[in-house]
């Protein structure tokens, strides 16, 4: 089966990256295996072809900067430039190679502009109106925009699936349409760590580990407000921010950490994104890890932690529930309430190593049920389904 990936991004690999490019690299991998063709076409910085470990990849070049005083309008243009140009290259690449299905993400809605026979399945990477519900990040207009437009996508596609029930049940209400779940597949693809960044900054350190975009969304307000206090309560304890800065109501992300670190500021690192073989030393030796978003489409941040057996703590009714069972591989608290926060961090820092070694186990057991041979035949099985119903109608 030839299949085709359309995305909003996709970077060399070597280079950090965030969930969604992940998982393309991740799923084209066992697809490969199965003896699958996965190609993908993104946006990238200018027009190219390239082949990376088997898999084919075409980027398009978009210019989609706007400075309108609506945030919404700028996000609905940027849009539809972008549908425009991806759905231009496809009508192109069906000229000169043979596709069975394309598989678009749900992100900016780039399968609304789509008009060719082939059919189609729309993965949602995320959904707006759960994402960005606490409209810190994006205004009430621009996130009622952004979800419209996923939805309007929608409609175009032969089949949706998600890979969190919670996203997955509140769009197919939202779209009047079943979305089946079909969960994201984790392989490590690192052949060989790179402990640099570890050895300067970490080693013999202990400390607690977020990771992930900074921004509102992630609980990086949430963190903040109880920062202090975890740093006074727990002397010997460091706190570790790995991944790119954001605006949060006006202000950066970096700098709001570490005024709310206060005196502790010297036990709080902050590094930019860094790429999985640089990444993956840093979540092994984590004490433990700490992910209070607001919503997520089943954190790959968590996936990865509990991979390599740490205890994580996350949002309880954020997809975090989907993979963790509260005191048995993980700890859950509510979302958006630092005092829970703080009491989960706490009972983390209170468990000895053989629990947390225990819990760690468990972690990676409910990760292993992630396996390509797994979740990525039930997605073959989609392609299957949709590709021999479009050809009955």
């Known amino acids: 089966m030839n299949i085709l990936?359309?995305?909003?991004?996709?970077?060399r690999r070597g280079q950090p990256t965030t969930g969604f490019p992940n998982y393309l690299y991740r799923v084209s991998l066992s697809l490969i295996q199965l003896g699958h063709k996965p190609m993908i076409l993104a946006v990238g910085g200018w027009d190219s072809h390239r082949t990376e470990r088997g898999i084919e990849i075409w980027t398009v070049s978009v210019k989609t900067y706007h400075n309108y005083k609506s945030q919404s309008l700028n996000y609905a243009l940027s849009a539809l430039q972008t549908?425009?140009?991806?759905?231009?290259?496809?009508?192109?690449?069906l000229k000169k190679i043979h596709i069975?299905?394309?598989?678009?993400?749900?992100?900016?809605?780039?399968a609304l502009l789509y008009h060719e026979k082939v059919p189609t399945v729309l993965r949602l990477s995320s959904y707006a109106k759960t994402a960005f519900s606490s409209y810190q990040t994006h205004s009430l207009e621009t996130v009622r925009m952004m979800a419209l437009i996923e939805r309007a996508s929608s409609h175009r596609c032969n089949a949706i699936f998600a890979p969190c029930i919670t996203n997955a049940a509140q769009f197919g209400r939202d779209c009047r349409r079943r979305v089946k779940v079909i969960e994201t597949p984790f392989v490590n693809d690192v052949e060989e760590y790179d402990y640099q960044f570890y050895n300067h900054y970490l080693q013999g350190k202990k400390y607690v580990l977020f990771f992930g975009a900074l921004y509102a969304e992630k609980g990086i307000l949430v963190i903040a407000e109880i920062l202090e206090k975890f740093l006074e309560n727990n002397p010997d304890y460091d706190f570790v921010f790995i991944g790119d800065e954001c605006r949060i109501n006006g202000e950066n992300s970096t700098?709001?950490?570490?005024?709310?670190?206060?005196?502790?500021?010297d036990r709080i690192i902050i590094s930019k994104a860094l790429e999985h073989k640089q990444l993956y030393p840093v979540i092994c030796s984590a004490d433990f890890v700490v992910l209070p978003s607001y919503m997520e489409n089943l954190s790959n941040a968590c996936i990865e932690a509990m991979y390599f057996e740490r205890v994580v703590i996350?949002?309880?009714?954020?997809?975090?529930?989907?993979?963790?069972k509260h005191g048995k591989n993980g700890l859950l608290c509510q979302i958006g309430n630092s005092q829970d926060?703080?009491?989960?961090?706490?009972m983390a820092v209170a468990m000895g190593e053989k629990e947390k070694m225990e819990m760690g186990k468990w972690a990676k057991r409910r990760i292993d049920r992630l396996q390509p041979d797994y979740v990525v035949r039930k997605l073959v099985s989609l392609y299957e389904y949709v590709i021999e119903n479009s050809k009955r109608k």
């Open 5 to 11: 990936f359309a995305s909003t991004d996709y970077p």
């Open 83 to 93: 549908g425009y140009a991806l759905n231009r290259k496809i009508t192109e690449l």
């Open 314 to 324: 996350g949002t309880d009714g954020a997809s975090f529930e989907q993979l963790i």
């Open 255 to 265: 700098r709001l950490l570490q005024e709310k670190a206060g005196k502790y500021v």
């Open 341 to 346: 926060l703080l009491e989960k961090m706490q």
């Open 100 to 110: 069975d299905i394309i598989q678009f993400t749900s992100l900016y809605g780039i």
